[in-house]
């Protein structure tokens, strides 16, 4: 990630559209979507079930690329760069917890997490790597399973494996949807506790989609997204 892409907004989108194919018909799943987030801001997005969310933050990564409209993350224009070079930017500053946690069935959760830091190329040392994942295993309260398999572990512990995984690197953006959706209230509050370190120590912008009342008033700004349009939350505050 470039260096002066910390004076301009972090993420930068502009009347981006998103038409996904179903069948004969084209559905319409992001309607001029207007969006910028600076380095550090903590952004909560809530909607409907169906509305868009989760499709906007396969923009924001690139997995799924905008129909219309320009997507500019760091500084890097996402329809100006190919596959490859969107997989290089992604492991190196983008930590994502997939709602569906998309671990790797046959890796323990040490090793999903290890893998995560292997990509990202930190130029860290093997022995400092295992430290690393061990201990963002262990603030995530799973220091005692590491060596299962996603499989051994509850819907709750993968998406602790999921978040270990995802700010382990300390990336410069966090995308994370319903990222507290199967944890109960007080391991959700340590998760909420780490994202927002992520924020104030490293300097890193957080994309959340939630429903939890008492996670989004913790947010910089509310956003609500309704049938693909994205605007201010109702009742959120005015800049
Ligand atoms: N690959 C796809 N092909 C066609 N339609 C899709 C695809 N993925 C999602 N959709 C549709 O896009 C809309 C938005 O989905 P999604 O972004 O997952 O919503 P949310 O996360 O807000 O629940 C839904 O109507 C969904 O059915
Ligand atoms: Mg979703």
Known sequence: MTDNSMNGPLIDVR?????LK?????????????FQVMPSEVVAIAGPSGSGKTSLLMVLSGLERATSGKVVIAGHDFSGIDEDELAILRRKNLGIVFQNFHLIPSLTAFENV???LEIAETGMSLAEMRDTARQALEE??????????????SGGEQQRVGLA?????????????EPTGNLDQDTGAKIIELMFNLARKHNAAVIMI???????ARADRRLSMNRGQLTDAPGADAE
């Open 15 to 19: 009347d981006a559209n998103l038409f």
């Open 22 to 34: 179903s069948g004969e018909s084209s559905l319409h799943i992001l309607n001029d979507i207007n």
């Open 114 to 116: 290890m893998l995560s």
């Open 140 to 153: 995530v309260g799973l220091g005692d399973r590491m060596t299962h398999l996603p499989s051994a572990l």
């Open 165 to 177: 995984r995802a700010m382990v690197t300390k990336p410069h953006l966090l995308l994370a949807d």
């Open 210 to 216: 939630t429903h939890d009342p008492s996670l989004a």
